[in-house]
């Protein structure tokens, strides 16, 4: 199985995958982690109780924070909707899209349940914190992901 460890400013966060729901998504993530993609990118949207969304390559920049929560990898990924683990819950890893089938590299991760239900089968979930999941809830709008390190079994 692999993980992955979000380094961020506020401490690290592993991660396991739902590789056979979201073979797509997961393997798009652990490409953009590999090739450093994902380093530097700010935490650009934060609704407390509802989640925390990065992946953005506009938020690393001062120059290009202005149109954070509008960049991509230069590529879109088709949803996975189908599988036994699409429900959002607390630590969960989501695509974000600005539609059906146009996610990239932006991902969120919830807070709980309670606010994210309604996202069940609209968004990709591909993934769920493991360790260290108290670390969303201190997350705030600007802390950034210093590296993803992946780790394959």
């Known amino acids: 199985m692999t993980k992955a460890i979000i380094k961020t400013e506020k401490g690290d966060m592993t991660v396991s995958f739902y590789e056979q729901?979201?073979?797509?998504?997961?393997?798009?993530?652990?490409?953009?982690?590999k090739e450093g993609f994902y380093n530097g990118v700010t935490f650009h949207r934060v609704i407390p109780n509802?989640?925390?969304?990065?992946?953005?390559?506009?938020s690393?920049?001062?120059?290009?924070?202005h149109r954070a929560g509008t960049g991509g990898p230069g590529y879109h990924i088709d949803c996975e909707l189908t599988g036994e683990n699409q429900y959002h819950d607390r630590g969960v890893l989501s695509m974000a899209h600005a539609g059906r089938n146009t996610g990239g590299s932006q991902f969120f991760i919830c807070h709980s349940r309670a606010n994210t239900a309604h996202l069940d089968r609209n968004h990709t979930v591909?993934?769920?914190?493991?360790?260290?999941?108290d670390i969303v809830d201190s997350i705030r709008q600007g802390d950034k992901i210093t590296s993803i390190e992946v780790i394959e079994d």
Not at 22 to 30: G, S
Not at 60 to 65: A, G, H, R, V
């Open 21 to 33: 729901d979201a073979p797509k998504a997961v393997a798009n993530f652990l490409k953009l982690a």
């Open 50 to 58: 509802f989640m925390v969304q990065t992946g953005c390559p506009n």
């Open 60 to 65: 690393k920049s001062p120059e290009t924070m």
């Open 126 to 133: 591909f993934g769920k914190v493991i360790e260290n999941v």
